[in-house]
């Protein structure tokens, strides 16, 4: 020890605290915040806390003993953090030990002593006694152990007494047992945990253990319940955590399968074969798959002995769940996993076998031995080492092509050569050589050997930036689309035009020559591929190079024979064909030839044709490993292990082909009749036009742009999409409850709808299919058993406790929605819940009062509203069995008999109302609400108050309505003698009517309580309950899933027999709570974000505030009503807390579904809350128990915190809040990634120079940890210490991230999951009750064939978007994702077959995706949509996507403008990066060509056909600027034709509906009528037109536009993060600058340049039509570009913040720039960055940018010749003089900064002097100009517009060519020419907005348009945007 006198010596000197050091202030989490590299004391500071209560000097002893210790771990502390933890803790001890000592009595050796006996009998006895529950156990032995560590090092002059050694080696034996759990306990002592007691894990399990026959190591120790896990551990040397965690994993996976097995195996605890094989099967079928592609026997060898077969499967199987299990970063290269386990299946079966090795003569050993750790050392590391190589050489920067992704290195596996590699792995293997121009330095800085292998380059594909691979990867659809065009032209030019000329034949001829295009496409489709695949050739095989050459040569020699036999084949053939003619020899004109060697060339082409229409031969064909099938099929596509059957049945290819040949025939058929046959006679008169006088040189010919034609494809896919997914939206009864009106009138079948869909049947019953099922689906109306009421009851009541819970609903309205929890054995009749049956008594009691003695009429009206008719007969029943309970007396009971017989009579006669008096009814029901006030307060001093109610209404009964009847009956009840007799008796002896009551009732249960609570709704409710729940969301919740029961699912089964499934959360750095200060703290306008939710969810608050019973200034009093609040505002934001709540509910729900399937009908009655309740008493028998186990065995819930260690260490508060989730639900586990700093060992152990080095190396770990429970008895008051408890720690190879963040988060933990269901939920997202329990009907989709070819691997759900009320824009943004997530997905799913994975809530077919890669994909930047590469992934290896509507999961989304347009500007950024992608490429062309077409619409298609409807307006505009600056235009102005040319208008039109979001809008209409109905739908459409939606969705529209552009053409594509903030604020001016000013600004401006040159020079538009489409709808696009970022900016036009912007822009725009200084902060150090695409764009992106850029040049050289000056020269001088103008003006610029350096320090005065002469000159000219050779005012405007352009187009050919012109020296002047520019933009931005910022109604109607959804909700805008206003004058000092 440091200290020789151990603990009774104080530290001899004082140690001054660092100020880094943390402060040990709080005791439950000071023993959390420990540097990395001392984890291991972390234990013994947990004790310390846990023992300070009892014993202060014992926690003193063991946080000296911590202190000790640490100094051993690290003692140079050379760790991070660890010299300040140290002495933080070195000065708490002096602390402590002075405070300590003064109570201290006997040593500290006897005190450690007694402490420890007390705390072995107290605990670990008492518990055990107890039989606690075993996690408690476990504690309690950690802690002892630590207790006794402590107690041997304070004992270290006297020896440990025999009593404490004797109990200390039965805690270490026990310890050693008692490790902490997952979900199953396997030790000896845990049998009789419910979970353990299931037969099917017990079958699991004693299989696993059945370890007979292995061959174990020399020297091993037998173990007590060791099994085959622990075999393959010793023999292959995996981690020990990784073993424990697969093995839990193996027996629930092998457990719940066995559950599903029928008939079912005998009870005995034995593995169904069944089981085995059904896991075997899905977790090998990709590693078959792979041996047969590669032409490898599998190494899945069993025994021909039964006996030994089970045995061998659960050695396969484990082998590969531990080496996937340990695999890290390899995870996502599934193929390379199958190759390691290839190599080491094939080891354990020559070990089983006893194989003799041929070199060593011994038994085959593994070639990687089983020392520890050595499969991740010697397996793992060395490929892990070339993934982070790869991705090192990316940086996120590189161009795709220079490094190998996730993908190239898995692909590497997919030829036979990757058996190259060896086993064991050769280093100097082809893989592992790093890249030809670096032979990296390895971690310890030495060179890794040359081993004469090239770097191996890209593995059959290569990403290049170029748009070719939009034409590359759907070259059949652009084919098609130019072979159409083609043949539509030729018909419209020749003959009348007329369709049926084509028959004519010489148009037929014609025709033919699409096929010579058609052969020249496919050369350069040819050519492409050569050029994009170049770089992947090293790794290619001879037989694909093979195949490119033949494929280029075949497309070459097609391009010279089809175009040879035309020639022949034409009578008069024009001048190129002759030519040809004459070089082959003018031989005879034959047809025939031409057609044959058409034929020869389709011939291919048919064959696939035949193909394609029988889907299941094609399907064979591509997964046959016959040689001569693959040579067939080589020709037609390369053979890749992907993508190779993927065809659906043949009724789903009707289906999407009937889709698409509709389509595209409206489409051509448009474009034929719209746009090109109008066109032709245009194109005729202006050929035959000649224009003599040209005012420019003549440099363009005529053309005419046709981009529209490819671009409107979709718009007809938005058409066709909303129609048909509108129809099947109906079909599948979407919004047939969407009302509570439409609610109430279907209550009465819900519950028959309730139990048929949520209810598991004994019997199956098929479903009804056909027609008449679609359109009729009946459910019982009542219920005919009493159970199902009971049960349908209580899943209703757990949705509105929920309700309430979550306070949407008051505690009235809850009663209201009830129905009662405990089922009536008395009443025989349904009970509703009171909103149905509220105000039905009164106006009953009218009705009757009213009815005349017309008892039929009484009854017809009664009877017609059949819920007025349940509340009646539910009343006079519960009455009658209220008092015949209330009433003891023998006397009364008669009486009260007699009256209710004679009632029943009356009412079965018909006659009640002719024979009694109904008028004084309602004195009969004041005096009945009276009672049952009574009753519910149930005082004893009210009884007499009782007995004089229930005499009133005996006499008003007796006396008032049974007035003929009354006397007889009181002289038949009491023998006529009634008070006479008595008169005089003693008043003990008088006979008191209802003198024996049963009040108060003593007996008071929950039932009878409901009873009461529910009569006296029924009788004092009398408002209409028509608006409950008022809550709009709660409203929205009940109506969707109430409709859903009624929409066709899967039949649920019982719990233990559904799937079992998990769900996956990763978490970064997000909110997980929000905390008192910041829900409290102000923005700059004074609303903190608590103000802004009162305001947004005003019922909301009020409902909390009724469930804390508090009053809203009383919330701050005590820290748990301060909890609630957090929660309460945390539940309304987007935070992990809100999350977890949500996922948490499928646990809830499973725990009920469980309870109703298990309990008999006794614990039915009483209900789930009474088993809950009662669960304590019972122990592990109790129903609530064994419920809970089954729930663990369905359901885990992950949250991957990937941070929370380091948050942990730091004390940061999101990893306090995490721990407050794990204890409010201890089934939820956090995974994460530590960082540990470990010493190492002996590594540099030699001179001293190397012992100064560091000792410590970073190592990480996956950890996944739960909520410990407290080592306490149940009787215990001592305070809980609950802290997290490490259950797994499996250690990495290296850093875990390595790609694109979120996926490398998911990989890690998802070893943590469980099931054969995995849910992937983002930290945005919300779940409800209601839904969850719809979870196990779900899952059983699995099961089936979804059309017939396959089951699904993904099941896609439905979102609904939370979000939407905050603002306009998040309604807009809301509207726009749930069309998509509803209609868009929908139509996706079915008939189309292309739904791919887009949000986290699907559903993924577990084992099939972790044999597969996982659940996304995670290279750097080209996976930066991750998701949906899943889908793409899924989809090419043989799976199904399918899409389900009735379920649903909340998710939110971004609500301000700048919020969205970065959320725009990823998904923009992800779909360039998949344009690239192989993936895209592959579906693109293994997809037949109408699933092909499918793909491109809906995925990448979108993005360009947005980029082409841009491009429409540039071609328009630049085309017009041409004509206009050439003088073409006004030659052209005469002839009508092209005045009043009708197609352009059409083109302008089509791009007119992209740009403002109508293509949005139609799928959105539909879904809103659908569900909605159709006047909300057209109310929503109009408001949001008013609330200027287009203006939103054309500037969406150059986001898209620019972002993904600039990805194809330069890259840049990155990650951005948008925060899940909600409360809306002002952005300042520069920040908008910034964030929109290449993207909108630059461009806005463009084209507002070419808009005013056409307006000067030009001819505006006569017709209505063309000037609205191409005038109007062109200045749209510009000042929505230009402003809307102003417009839609929250206070944008407020004077005050209008200065605020001003000033901030003005100290932003002149900040200098440098290292350090961020772009927020000085505009030199933005607009560098802003160019930083450029720098890795590679030359071909310079190029491109460079020819982009000569654009701006064409202004200056045609607006020169249009001055007056100018006006009659055509001289190309005049364009030179204008060059030296701008070369004079650019020279002087530089003299003046210059000069300004250099000259004004020393001569200022002649400086300034020179610069005003300067001026003067500048002035004089331009007066001078103006006056002599009169220039006019338009003049000067026109060489602004000529010059401006001119400069920003040498700007960016200058910033193209970065390197050179710093070379030269002139980067600082375009620096300063940037800035000017900037500036310039600037004030033409910022003035308009200014000036209209001098108006207040301005402000107003901006307010009214951002926020009006939620001022129709109760919205104080004016209060939110206005708020407490602060003093501003501080900000405005400067």
Wanted: charged share 25%.
């Amino acid at each position: 020890m440091a200290y020789s006198g151990g603990f009774e010596q104080q530290p001899q000197r004082r140690i001054l605290r660092a100020q880094t050091a943390r402060s040990f202030g709080e005791p439950m989490l000071d023993s959390e915040l420990v540097p990395s590299s001392l984890v291991d004391i972390a234990p013994i500071l947990r004790v310390a806390n846990e023992v300070e209560a009892k014993s202060p000097r014992v926690a003193y002893l063991c946080r000296f003993y911590a202190f000790e210790k640490a100094h051993r771990l690290d003692p140079r502390s050379s760790g991070r953090g660890v010299r300040q933890f140290k002495t933080a803790l070195l000065q708490r001890l002096e602390r402590e030990d002075k405070t300590t000592l003064a109570g201290k009595v006997k040593s500290d050796a006897r005190e450690m002593q007694k402490f420890y006996r007390n705390y072995y009998k107290e605990y670990i006895q008492a518990l055990h006694a107890d039989e606690a529950d075993r996690a408690r156990l476990t504690r309690a032995y950690q802690t002892a152990t630590v207790l006794f560590d402590v107690l041997k090092a304070v004992n270290q002059t006297e020896a440990v007494p025999d009593e404490i050694l004797e109990a200390h080696n039965k805690v270490e034996e026990k310890r050693q047992i008692y490790v902490p759990y997952n979900i199953l306990p396997l030790d000896p002592d845990s049998q009789n945990q419910a979970i353990m007691r299931y037969p099917e894990i017990q079958a699991a399990v004693s299989a696993l253990r059945n370890t007979r026959g292995l061959p174990w190591p020399e020297r091993h120790k037998k173990k007590i319940n060791e099994d085959i896990l622990d075999w393959l551990q010793h023999m292959f040397g995996f981690q020990k955590d990784n073993v424990a965690n697969q093995r839990e994993h193996l027996i629930l996976l092998l457990a719940n399968v066995h559950m599903r097995q029928l008939p079912k195996p005998d009870q005995q605890p034995k593995l169904d074969d069944r089981a085995l094989t059904e896991v075997m099967k899905k977790l090998f079928k990709n590693y078959k798959k792979w041996c047969r592609y590669l032409g490898r026997k599998s190494s899945l060898w069993l025994p021909t002995i039964q006996q030994e077969v089970h045995q061998r499967k659960l050695l396969y199987m484990g082998l590969y769940l531990l080496i996937w299990g340990e695999a890290a970063n390899l995870r996502f290269m599934p193929e390379c996993l199958c190759y390691i386990y290839h190599h080491m299946a094939f080891e354990v079966y020559g070990m089983l076998a006893g194989n003799v090795s041929t070199l060593t003569g011994e038994h085959v050993k593994p070639a990687y031995g089983g020392e520890e750790e050595a499969f991740l050392r010697k397996v793992v590391t060395p490929i892990y080492n070339t993934i982070i190589e790869e991705a090192q050489r990316s940086r996120g920067k590189s161009k795709h092509s220079q490094w190998r992704n996730y993908d190239d290195l898995n692909e590497y596996f997919w030829s036979v050569d990757c058996f190259q590699l060896g086993w064991p792995m050769r280093a100097e293997a082809a893989f592992f050589c790093p890249h030809s121009d670096e032979h990296r330095a390895d971690k310890d800085g030495e060179k890794k050997a040359y081993t004469g292998h090239q770097w191996m380059g890209k593995i059959n594909f290569v990403e290049i930036r170029s748009f070719s691979h939009i034409l590359r990867s759907f070259d059949r659809m652009w084919s098609f689309y130019i072979l159409c065009l083609q043949a539509m032209i030729i018909v419209a030019w020749n003959g009348s035009g007329n369709l049926s000329s084509i028959v004519e034949g010489d148009v037929f001829n014609k025709v033919l020559s699409v096929f010579i295009t058609a052969a020249i496409l496919k050369l350069v489709q040819a050519i492409l591929d050569v050029i994009l695949s170049w770089k992947a050739r090293q790794c290619m095989s001879i037989f694909v190079k093979l195949r490119y050459i033949l494929k280029a040569v075949m497309a070459a020699a097609w391009v010279i024979i089809l175009p040879v036999t035309y020639a022949y084949s034409l009578k008069n053939p024009p001048g190129f064909a002759q030519t040809l003619k004459n070089w082959f020899g003018n031989g005879q004109r034959s047809s025939s030839v031409f057609f044959l060697a058409v034929f020869i060339y389709l011939a291919p082409n048919m064959l696939s044709l035949l193909l394609f229409l029988f889907p299941f031969i094609r399907r064979y064909l591509e997964r046959s490993n016959y040689k001569i099938i693959m040579l067939m099929m080589w020709w037609s596509q390369p053979r890749l292990y992907v993508g190779r059957g993927m065809h659906e049945s043949s009724f789903s290819l009707f289906k999407y082909t009937m889709f698409w040949v509709l389509l595209l025939v409206s489409k051509l058929a448009f474009s034929y009749y719209v746009e090109i046959k109008p066109l032709v006679g245009p194109t005729k008169a202006i050929m035959d036009v000649h224009i003599k006088t040209y005012q420019w040189h003549e440099f363009f010919p005529h053309g005419n742009q046709m981009s529209v034609y490819f671009m409107d494809t979709q718009i007809w896919y938005a058409i066709f999409s909303t129609i048909f997914g509108g129809i099947y939206g109906a079909f599948r009864r979407l919004g047939e409850i969407r009302t509570l009106e439409m609610l109430r009138s279907r209550f009465q079948s819900l519950p028959g709808a309730f139990n048929a869909c949520l209810i598991p049947k004994e019997n199956s019953e098929t479903k009804k299919k056909g027609l008449k099922a679609t359109f009729s689906r009946k459910f019982d109306e009542i219920l005919s058993k009493k159970e199902e009421a009971t049960k349908f009851a209580q899943l209703w009541n757990e949705i509105i406790s929920s309700f309430r819970e979550e306070d949407l609903i008051s505690d009235s309205e809850m009663n209201l929605l009830l129905v009662p929890y405990k089922a009536d054995p008395d009443l025989k009749i349904i009970q509703w819940p009171p909103f149905l049956l509220a105000s039905k008594i009164p106006i009953a009691l009218d009705m009757a009062k009213d009815s005349n003695k017309k008892d039929t009429e009484l009854k017809q009206r009664i009877s017609r509203d059949a819920y007025m008719r349940c509340a009646v007969q539910e009343c006079y029943l519960s009455f009658k069995i209220i008092i015949g309970n209330l009433v003891m007396g023998e006397r009364e009971k008669r009486v009260i008999e007699d009256i209710f017989s004679i009632i029943d009579e009356h009412i079965e006669n018909d006659n009640l109302i002719t024979e009694l008096n109904m008028s004084a009814l309602s004195n009969l029901y004041e005096q009945a609400v009276v009672l049952i006030k009574y009753l519910l307060e149930n005082k004893s001093e009210d009884k007499d108050e009782v007995a004089i109610v229930l005499l009133n209404m005996l006499e008003i009964v007796t006396r008032d309505i049974m007035e003929d009847e009354a006397p007889s009956l009181l002289e038949s009840s009491h023998g006529g003698s009634y008070g006479i007799d008595e008169g005089m008796a003693p008043l003990d002896q008088q006979y008191k009517l209802f003198g024996a009551l049963n009040f108060p009732v003593t007996s008071e249960s929950d039932a009878w309580k409901e009873k009461i609570k529910r009569l006296q709704l029924l009788l004092t409710e009398k408002e209409s309950a028509m608006d409950v729940p008022s809550n709009l969301e709660a409203r929205r919740r009940i109506s969707f899933f109430s409709n859903s029961l009624f929409m066709d699912m899967p039949p649920a089964p019982k719990v233990r027999n559904m799937l079992s499934f998990s769900v996956l959360t990763p978490y970064y750095n997000e909110d997980v709570t929000f905390s008192i200060d910041n829900l409290e703290k102000e923005n700059e306008d004074g609303v903190s974000i608590l103000f802004y939710l009162q305001k947004i969810f005003p019922d909301e608050w009020k409902n909390f505030l009724e469930r804390v019973k508090c009053r809203e200034e009383e919330l701050r009093t005590t820290a748990e009503l301060e909890e609630k609040l957090c929660l309460w505002a945390s539940y309304r934001g987007q935070t992990l807390t809100k999350t977890v709540r949500g996922m948490m509910y499928y646990r809830k729900a499973l725990e009920l579904q469980a309870f109703l399937d298990m309990a008999k009908d006794e614990d039915l009655m009483q209900g789930y809350k009474t088993a809950e309740s009662n669960s304590a008493e019972q122990g592990e028998r109790s129903i609530m128990v064994q419920c809970q186990a089954v729930a663990d065995m369905k359901f885990t819930y992950v949250v991957s915190c990937q941070q929370y260690g380091i948050d942990k260490r730091s004390g940061e508060a999101c990893a306090k809040d995490i721990l407050k989730l794990m204890r409010t639900y201890p089934s939820l586990r956090i995974a994460y990634i530590d960082e540990v700093e470990e010493a190492v060992k002996d590594k540099y152990a030699g001179s001293s120079k190397d012992k100064s080095k560091k000792m410590v190396e970073k190592v990480y770990y996956s950890a996944l940890v739960k909520v410990a429970s407290p080592a306490k008895r149940s009787d215990s008051s001592e305070p809980v210490q609950n802290l997290d408890q490490i259950i797994y720690r499996i250690k990495l190879p290296g850093p875990a991230l390595l790609g694109e963040g979120k996926p490398e988060n998911q990989n890690h933990a998802i070893i943590f999951t469980r099931g054969e269901g995995l849910q992937a939920i983002d930290m945005n997202q919300d779940n409800y009750l209601e839904e969850a329990f719809k979870m196990r009907n779900l899952l059983q989709e699995f099961l089936k064939k979804h059309d017939g070819v396959r089951k699904p691997t993904i099941l896609g759900l439905r979102e609904h978007i939370f979000t939407g009320s905050v603002s306009s824009l998040a309604w807009f943004m809301s509207n726009q994702e749930n069309s998509f997530v509803t209609i868009g997905q929908r139509l996706l799913a079915n008939p189309l077959k292309v739904r791919f994975h887009y949000g986290h809530p699907d559903v993924f077919d577990r084992l099939f995706h972790l044999t597969r890669g996982g659940v996304s994909k995670a290279s750097k930047v080209i996976n930066l949509s991750e998701d949906i590469f899943a889908g793409y992934n899924s989809t090419l290896r043989d799976g199904n996507v399918t899409h389900h509507e009735y379920i649903q999961v909340g998710k939110g989304r971004d609500v301000g403008l700048n919020q969205i347009s970065m959320f725009e500007a990823k998904i923009a950024n992800g779909n360039g990066e998949q344009t690239m992608s192989r993936d895209i490429y592959r579906l693109g062309h293994r997809f037949d060509f109408f699933r092909m077409l499918s793909c491109y619409f809906t995925t990448v298609g979108f993005y360009f056909s947005t980029l082409l409807s841009v491009l429409t307006v540039y071609m328009f505009l630049y085309g017009r600027l041409y004509l206009v600056l050439s003088g073409l235009e006004e030659g052209l102005r005469t002839e009508r034709a092209i005045r009043d040319n009708k197609p352009l208008q059409v083109a302008l039109a089509s791009q007119s509906i992209v740009q403002i979001g109508l293509l949005m809008a139609l799928p959105m209409v539909m879904e809103i009528a659908l569900e909605r109905g159709f006047r909300i739908a057209l109310s929503h459409f109009i408001v949001m037109q008013l609330q200027l939606a287009p203006v939103f969705f054309t500037f969406s529209l150059g986001t898209k536009t620019h972002y993904y552009g600039r990805t194809l053409l330069h890259g840049g594509a990155e990650y951005r993060g948008t925060g899940r903030g909600f409360v809306v604020f002002h952005a300042k001016f520069a920040e908008n600058y910034r964030l929109y000013s290449r993207s909108h600004f630059t461009k806005g401006f463009e084209l507002m340049i070419l808009l005013l040159v056409y307006n000067i020079f030009g001819h505006s538009y006569r017709g209505v039509a063309a000037y609205v489409f191409i005038t109007i709808s062109m200045w749209f696009l510009v000042g929505t570009w230009l402003f809307a970022p102003f417009l839609f900016n929250p206070s944008g036009f407020e004077w005050q913040k209008i200065l605020d912007d001003w000033n901030d822009w003005n100290k932003w725009i002149s900040n200098r720039g440098g290292i350090g200084v961020y772009p927020e902060k000085s505009w030199e150090s933005w607009w560098e960055k802003e160019q930083e695409h450029l720098h890795t764009s590679g030359m071909r992106g310079i190029i491109v940018e460079i020819l982009l850029s000569l654009r701006f040049f064409l202004y200056q050289y045609g607006l020169v010749y249009h001055l007056s000056i100018t006006k009659n020269t055509q001289s190309f001088l005049v364009y030179g003089i204008s060059w030296l103008v701008i070369f004079f003006i650019l020279f002087l610029t530089k003299a003046a900064s210059h000069g300004r350096r250099r000259f004004s320090a020393n001569f200022q005065l002649l400086f300034r002097l020179l610069k005003g002469l300067i001026f003067l000159a500048f002035l004089s000219i331009f007066i001078t100009l103006l006056a002599l050779p009169h220039m006019t005012f338009q003049d000067v405007i026109v060489v602004i517009i000529a010059f401006m352009p001119t400069g920003w187009g040498i700007l960016l050919i200058a910033q193209a060519c970065k390197p050179l012109v710093q070379r030269i020296g002139i980067w600082g002047s375009v620096r300063t020419l940037a800035r000017v520019y900037e500036i310039v933009m600037g004030l033409l931005l910022f003035t308009p907005v200014a000036f209209l910022a001098w108006f207040p109604f301005v402000s107003d109607f901006q307010s009214r348009i951002l926020f009006n959804e939620a001022f129709s909700r109760g919205l104080q805008i004016s209060r939110i945007l206005g708020g407490p206003k602060k003093d501003r004058s501080s900000n405005n000092k400067e």
